[in-house]
């Protein structure tokens, strides 16, 4: 028997109640060829999100090098008087108080939003990080006020009880009351009561309060905790833990002083002011895994005095492994390089950048490379082999939500020049090293083609602007990348080194526009793509579709607006959809059927070659419930070619300090990389790809299959996952004039549906050979409890 998590019981218990494992007797024609798959299935999401690009893929081996407050920033809350403020555009932002062990109680407070886009988030009965409720008051794109619950195994937080449809207004002060009694909760806005919902599932029934935001600046004030007798249990604010003297990810050392300052900042907002005394104050952050002989390009930009200069150096613990004095510093910014080549290997060494003797020296703009990263043209070489190994053929870039405020002419040009992304997001404020050229070049590294998402002005991510100026920044990008040589923007191009045309062929008009109304997308879709074609008439433009399936405005009533006044114009519908972990089973063929009924919408529509565009879907999770998920949906893709053409999972990399959204196929630290479960299947898949899909005939039972032939009917493959607890017991009948020659199979089995790969055990779960066997015109094999595998079979 195998071991069975609670949290996966139900599912699993419905799964097996639906299908029986047991023999399977299947029948494949190789002949009849139903459908084409479109390698563009097996396409990937590149978005700048818990230090993917910046900390990870980008070879930059330094953190908020600009000094601009990035890399997990701490959260900017502070006392003004009687009121509690929160002055960061920051996702997520979180202040728990209280006592973990109030239960039945009543919240009291008041709310002010002062900038952003959404409105307040209140927590209760909230043990950790994990297990909580919040309040969403604006959320979605300040739309809709509903409750939300957090538990550990979900991997993300969730709605729970009604939704109710409302906006958060700026510069009012709103009275909000929670009252939890037993499962009971009660949500007050002023006098009205929003929301009444009794929780009977994974309810918490005690916690402390919080308050916090989501992209919103706010403030609080009388916050009051009371227990039900009216009894105050906690009244007045909570205790706020002073500023660091130095950004997140640097550390000051001597006896000097370091603080920041924005009088004169080479670039950006901010830069890093060192008051040495001597014999040495400075500033070092790690770590940084250093390889003996490697040599380190770096540099940094400073101004100022010092009587002996500057010096940097690489450190294990306390020991020296290399050392470079720099010149003087004089009252005019000035660059200095320096390479170092440390004489033993250390996986956790630290950078000191230091000012020697006395003296006031100004430091901005830090970066070291290695030469391996060098070669690579920038890039951390195992991220990059990791990427270019699932051989990805499309890659969306730059969000996501990112690409909503992405400013493009800002990552262009020299790194010294470009400017911070405008807002704090995903535990980071970007600083763009990492552009449209960069993006490019790892494009063309890995073998895919780019895909570029642009950003239209919307006023929810830019503020009030207009909207002809985001038109004209958009022409800007085309002609950028595939303009020629003597174009405006394509000079500007050549003149970053680039004098030919990228041919960039697919955009994507914005990300999840759904805060704007169907309507008022598809009036700007139609906008932006005659602009965009303008540019360049041969580019394939995609547009927003839905965030989820099923009817409502988020499902088959959002797409259907958008195909009903937008397909002309169009070449692909995105759509994004992340399922709860433990609908591993059932979930692939849901969505399946919802890309059928939008199938059906495109093929009504005045464009009926339309095509969807899965731009962003996963499991929530990086147990093996991801990757038996992540091969139902890759098969379902394969099964709906004549209306799915392109995919692109999220998350991609995430880096091990992320907060949230542990969900990524690429998993890495300053040493490391790991692959989930979903990059191990995807990677067994993509291996196997073949374009021709080809009639399966019999009862499958619990198993999701696919069966298809390449294109010169030499292989054929059958994909195929068994989200049973039992094993299934399979006979393969190949029909027609494909005569079998030989069989293998490859097998992804584990122990568990809690197994998972780590930074020390990354090839715990992998795929391995298993026994087939072959008689005549017929193949046979097991499929073990929550497996996934792919036979290939040669013809004679």
């Known amino acids: 028997m195998r071991k069975l998590t609670i949290v996966t019981a139900l599912s699993i218990f419905a799964c097996t109640a639906l299908c029986r494992a047991g ?66 555009l920051g996702t997520n932002v979180r202040l728990l108080f209280g006592d973990p062990n109030w239960k039945d109680y009543e919240f009291t407070l008041e709310a002010e939003k002062v900038g952003g886009e959404e409105g307040f988030l209140v927590l209760f009965r909230a043990a950790d990080d994990d297990h909580f409720y919040w309040l969403n008051l604006g959320g979605w794109g300040n739309i809709r006020h509903s409750l939300e619950r957090g538990t550990k195994g979900q991997e993300r937080w969730g709605t729970v009880g009604p939704r109710v449809d409302g906006k958060i207004e700026q510069n009012k002060w709103y009275r909000i009351r929670i009252r939890c009694e037993g499962p009971k909760i009660d949500v007050y806005l ?119 200069g500057l010096v940097v150096r690489l450190l294990d613990g306390d020991k020296t492994l290399a050392r470079k004095v720099l010149p003087k510093p004089t009252e005019n910014w000035q660059s200095f390089a320096f390479k170092l080549k440390p004489n033993t290997t250390a996986q956790n060494a630290t950078i000191q950048v230091g000012v020697r003797g ?105 503020g009030p602007g207009r909207r002809d100026a985001f038109i004209q920044e958009v022409k800007d990008w085309i002609e950028y990348c595939n303009g020629p040589a003597n174009s405006t923007w394509g000079k500007v191009r050549a003149d970053n080194g680039h004098p030919r045309p990228y041919g960039v062929k697919y955009w994507e008009i914005d990300n999840e526009t759904w805060h704007m109304g169907a309507e008022q997308y598809a009036e700007w879709v139609s906008i932006f793509a005659q602009a965009m074609r303008q540019v360049d008439p041969g580019i394939k433009l995609a547009a927003c579709g839905s965030g989820g399936y099923g009817d409502g405005t988020n499902g088959l009533a959002w797409n259907r607006i958008i195909i009903d006044r937008s397909a002309e114009m169009i070449d692909y519908l995105s759509i994004h959809h992340y399922e709860n972990p433990n609908n591993f089973a059932q979930g692939p063929r849901r969505y399946e059927d ?43 893709f394969e099964r709906s070619g004549d209306t799915v053409e392109m995919g692109g999972p999220a998350l991609f990399l995430r880096h091990s300090s992320a907060k949230a959204w542990d969900n990524a196929f690429i998993n890495f630290d300053h040493r490391t990389w790991f692959p989930a479960p979903n990059y191990v299947v995807m990677k067994l898949w993509r291996e196997h790809y073949a374009p021709l899909q080809v009639q399966t005939d019999g009862d499958s039972g619990p198993l999701n299959g696919s069966a298809s032939k390449t294109a010169n009917g030499a292989k054929l493959y059958y994909k195929v996952v068994n989200p049973a607890q039992e094993p299934v017991s399979v006979e393969l009948n190949v029909k027609g004039r494909f005569s ?23 090839n715990r779960i992998r795929p391995v050979a298993a026994e087939v066997k072959t008689d005549g015109q017929s193949i046979r094999f097991t499929m073990p409890g929550f497996s996934a595998a792919v036979v290939s079979i040669n013809r004679r």
């Open 594 to 636: 919802f890309f059928r009924r939008t199938g059906e919408l495109i093929a009504r529509s005045a464009n009926p070659r339309l095509k969807i565009y899965v731009s962003e879907w996963n499991a929530q999770s990086t147990d093996w419930r991801t990757g038996l998920y992540c091969g139902g949906l890759l098969n379902a």
């Open 190 to 308: 002023g006098d009205n009561r929003i929301i009444e919902f009794a929780d009977e599932a994974d309810r918490h029934l005690s916690g402390r309060v919080g308050v916090g935001t989501w992209a919103t600046k706010a403030r609080f004030r009388n916050l009051r905790v009371a227990s039900l007798d009216g009894k105050t249990l906690y009244e007045g604010l909570p205790q706020i833990r002073s500023a660091p003297p130095t950004a997140h990810s640097w550390r000051a050392y001597g006896p000097g002083k370091v603080y920041s300052t924005s009088e004169g900042p080479l670039n950006c907002d901010l830069c890093k002011v060192v008051e040495s005394q001597s014999p040495e104050t400075g500033l070092g952050q790690g770590p940084l895994n250093l390889q003996k002989g490697q040599t380190y390009y770096g540099s940094l930009w400073a101004r100022g005095s010092a009587t002996e």
């Open 23 to 88: 023999d399977v007797v299947l029948s494949v024609d190789p002949d009849n060829v139903i459908g084409r798959i479109d390698e563009k299935i097996y396409g990937h999401f590149l978005e700048h999100i818990f230090h993917s690009v910046n900390g990870g893929l980008w070879g930059e081996m330094i953190w908020d090098r600009s000094f601009e407050g990035g890399a997990t920033p701490e959260p900017q809350w502070s006392i003004d008087h009687d009121v509690l403020v929160q002055n960061s």
């Open 740 to 762: 079998i020659g030989s069989a293998a199979m490859q097998v992804i089995s584990v122990d568990s549906l809690e197994a998972r790969n780590t930074l020390d055990e990354p």
């Open 358 to 462: 006395e003296g006031r020296v100004c430091v901005d703009q830090v970066s070291l490379m290695s030469a391996d990263s060098k070669k690579t043209g920038g890039f951390r070489p195992d991220l990059l082999k990791a990427v270019a190994d699932l051989k990805p053929p499309v890659i969306r870039w730059p969000g996501g939500c990112f690409a909503s405020a992405y400013r493009w002419k800002d990552g262009i040009g020299p790194q010294h020049k470009r400017v911070k992304y405008p807002r704090s997001i995903w535990d980071d404020v970007d600083i763009n090293s990492f552009g449209t050229d960069e993006f490019i070049r790892m494009c063309r590294a890995v073998g895919a083609e780019p895909l570029i998402v642009v950003n239209i002005g919307t006023q929810q991510w830019n």
